[in-house]
Structures are given as structure tokens and as C-alpha cells.
């Protein structure tokens, strides 16, 4: 079974940082595309980085500059580091894993993208002014 949690999620102040990690388990970690998603309330989620199975990374241009995602596969561990974060990256941040349609929606279905592929649960990130 897949299973994937993040952790890492906080309250910070503008301008600040913070690394979010995801450890999963049930796949070879090494084989997988990986994708970091956000929601935020009313919307859609996001694609906020993306690291293929090759390990090149790739970011939407929102937040180019910001963001480097990593991994440790001796850890099945990927994770997400942010700089500059500012009140408008305040979300839930996911981890996720490309896959089929689910039966049910992933991590309580807020937004389309989580019909597919497996989820995390999410971390909460708060960016005050």
C-alpha cells in the first residue's frame, strides 16, 4: 500500500523559510515522478514542484527561485525547500505520486487533481505580513 506523509509545515513571517519533507513507503521510491501540490481554500491545487524519476526538477514559473525540491531515496524521502515565502503561498502543502484513478478522492478530495494517483495528508503552511 502507498503511503505518503509530510511534515515540516508552520507559522512563519514574511520573507521567511522552511523545509517540508515527505517520507514514503509501498513503491521504490527511486522509480517514481514525485510532485509537491498546494491548496488553498476555494481553489485548485497547485503543482508547486515536480521531481521526475531522473532526478531533474522541475518548477512552475511562480515560484521559480523559491522552491528546490530534493530526495534522499535511502529514506524514501523527498523533500521541499522555500524561500521568500510570502502571505499568498499560505496552503496545504501535499506530497504526491502519479497514479490511476482512485475510487475515492485522496486526502479528503479538495480539489480535481487528488481523483488520481496517491496523497499524502498535508501540511499546513501560514505566512504572516
Known amino acids: 500500500e502507498v503511503q505518503l506523509m509530510e511534515s515540516g509545515g508552520g507559522s512563519v513571517q514574511a520573507g521567511g523559510s522552511l523545509r517540508l519533507s515527505c517520507k514514503g513507503s509501498?513503491?521504490?521510491?527511486?522509480?517514481?515522478?514525485m510532485n509537491w501540490y498546494r491548496h488553498k481554500s476555494g481553489n485548485e491545487c497547485e503543482l508547486v514542484a515536480s521531481?521526475?524519476?531522473?532526478?531533474?526538477?522541475y518548477y512552475p514559473d511562480f515560484v521559480k527561485g523559491r522552491v528546490t525540491v530534493s530526495h534522499d531515496n535511502a529514506e524514501n524521502t523527498i523533500y521541499l525547500q522555500m524561500h521568500g515565502l510570502q502571505p499568498e503561498d499560505t496552503a496545504v502543502y501535499y506530497c504526491?505520486?502519479?497514479?490511476?484513478?482512485?475510487?475515492?478522492?485522496?486526502?479528503?478530495?479538495?480539489?480535481?487533481?487528488?481523483?488520481?494517483?496517491?496523497w499524502g495528508p498535508g501540511t499546513q503552511v501560514t505566512v504572516s505580513s
Open positions: 504526491s505520486v502519479p497514479g490511476p484513478p482512485r475510487d475515492r478522492p485522496a486526502s479528503g478530495g479538495l480539489c480535481y487533481s487528488q481523483n488520481f494517483g496517491y
Open positions: 509501498g513503491f521504490t521510491f527511486a522509480r517514481q515522478d
Open positions: 521531481l521526475r524519476n531522473d532526478g531533474s526538477p
